[in-house]
Nanobody
Framework: EKQVVESGGGSVQAGGSLRLSCVAS????????MAWFRQAPGKEREGVAA???????TYADSVRGRFTISKDNAADTLYLQMNSLKPEDTAMYYC????????????????????WGQGTQVTVSS
């Protein structure tokens, strides 16, 4: 059974940094797209950053230049380094992964992914 499990959330003051991790399991190889999404209370889930099987990355405009997505293929682990955090970054952050060998056309579209974690909370105070 394929699954992804996030960790690394927490509380930080504005301007601070956090790094989220997401371990994928149940795959026979690491050739699958992965992404980070977030959902704030009362808002829709939005794509934050994604990495495709060809290693290309996509970022939401709101985080470009502040967040960095990376993937350790040997460990099949996805990371999200978040710098210069703002109160508006406060949300539940979710990791998502797709089926193996699929090139995701719309990396920040939640419907592109089949496997989801339970989420990890990020809270940024002003």
């Amino acid at each position: 059974e394929k699954q992804v499990v996030e960790s690394g959330g927490g509380s930080v003051q504005a301007g601070g940094s956090l790094r989220l991790s997401c371990v994928a399991s149940g795959y026979t190889n690491n050739m699958h797209a992965m992404a980070w999404f977030r959902q704030a209370p009362g808002k829709e889930r939005e794509g934050v950053a994604a990495v495709n099987i060809d290693t290309t990355t996509t970022y939401a405009d709101s985080v470009r230049g502040r967040f960095t997505i990376s993937k350790d293929n040997a460990a099949d682990t996805l990371y999200l380094q978040m710098n210069s955090l703002k109160p508006e970054d406060t949300a539940m952050y979710y990791c998502a992964a797709d089926k193996p060998w699929v090139v995701v056309v719309t990396g920040l579209d939640a419907s592109s992914y089949d496997y989801w974690g339970q989420g990890t909370q990020v809270t940024v105070s002003s």
